[in-house]
């Protein structure tokens, strides 16, 4: 995490920056819903700072509480809620159970749970919230069934554990992400950015489907085939689970699985292959000199720095090496002929 004088996650995005309890109480109200907040020192050294995005789908939330503790409460809500802690600590009352949060221990609140939380002075983190129709559709794609029962998530999951440690840096990257984009950023890239957040906080956190989510059966050659013709023909659109699933007539990560272990990459990667596979061929066009933002932005990379590296490593030259090439065909040489 950074330090307390440079940029921190979603700094694009802020919403609260004061030590003005009042102002805190209200921002905390019309920006996160809090029900109730309070600081038991009243605020002297209070330096509150929080970032948010939103999306249909999920939001992000960085949390920094640089002075005086403080306590806020939350009503319950139509989503999940995780809450990882980089610095500091908290503790979080769910139905009656206190849970801690802290660097090495993290927990998930489901939607039909009121909770309020005390965080003391200097604690930092990021909460995801993922709407609950969301994620029950993803974990359908996933399990390749209709969830019969209630989703419920263990307790308390470890912040050193390595699913949780990879969600912790998924999460990071995302935050980033979003701090680089533009306007200019495809959507596509943002919706599978989400997908991919979705998707780690299931496989993540222990609940009652894992022993489903575990489960590899068999799937036909055909159905991988069916995915990569899928995937060659929507290219330039999000590719989700639900769909690849659904094209294929097989649970997502059964599919994600024998794809993998028939073509060596994931679905996903196979998915980029082929847009720095029209990457290349936009950027080798004759009859126009082409953009690398302009073509990076068309085949749904959002980050121009990831997808001069992607680029590179599938074709062993930068992206700008494949427009250079090109000049001598594009800019006809300069006349030698003397004037008259």
């Not at 950015?193 to 906080?201: C, D, M």
């Not at 992206?319 to 090109?326: A, E, G, N, Q």
């Amino acid at each position: 995490m950074n330090n307390d004088k440079g940029s921190r996650p979603l700094d694009s995005f802020p919403v609260i920056r004061s030590r003005d309890p009042e102002k805190i109480r209200e921002a905390m109200k019309r920006s996160f819903g809090a029900r109730s907040f309070d600081s038991p020192h009243r605020a002297k050294n209070m330096d509150v700072r929080a970032n948010h995005w939103q999306s249909r789908n999920i939001s992000l939330s960085y949390w920094c509480n640089c002075g005086a503790p403080i306590r806020v409460g939350f009503p319950t809500g139509s989503f999940f809620r995780q809450f990882i802690c980089f610095r500091g600590g908290a503790e979080i009352r769910v139905g009656g159970i206190l849970k801690q949060v802290t660097n090495e221990e993290s927990c998930v609140v489901i939607p039909e749970m009121s909770h309020e939380g005390a965080c003391a002075a200097g604690f930092e983190q990021l909460v995801l919230r993922i709407e609950a129709e969301s994620l029950l559709t993803k974990l359908s794609a996933l399990t390749g069934t209709t969830p019969s029962r209630k989703l419920v998530f263990d307790e308390t999951a470890h912040g050193n554990h390595r699913t949780i440690g990879n969600l912790r840096r998924l999460l990071m990257f995302f935050a980033a992400e979003l701090d680089s984009m533009s306007a200019a950023t495809p959507q596509l890239a943002i919706a599978e950015l989400e997908q991919a957040l979705i998707v780690s906080f299931i496989c993540s956190n222990s609940n009652n489907y894992s022993d489903l989510l575990d489960r590899t059966p068999r799937v036909a050659p055909w159905q991988v085939w069916r995915a990569e013709e899928y995937i060659e023909a929507h290219w330039d659109k999000p590719i989700t689970i639900e769909t690849l699933a659904q094209v294929t007539s097989a649970s997502a990560r059964s599919l994600f699985h024998h794809f993998r272990r028939s073509r060596g990459l994931s679905p996903m990667a196979f998915v980029k292959q082929v847009r720095l596979q029209h990457a290349k061929k936009m950027l080798e066009r004759t009859d126009l000199i082409p953009s690398v933002t302009e073509t990076a932005v068309a085949c749904g990379f959002s980050n121009l720095g990831h997808f001069a590296s992607d680029y590179s490593k599938r074709f062993g030259e930068r992206p700008s090496d494949t427009v250079k090439r090109l000049k001598p065909i594009l800019s006809p040489e300069p006349s030698s002929a003397r004037p008259a």
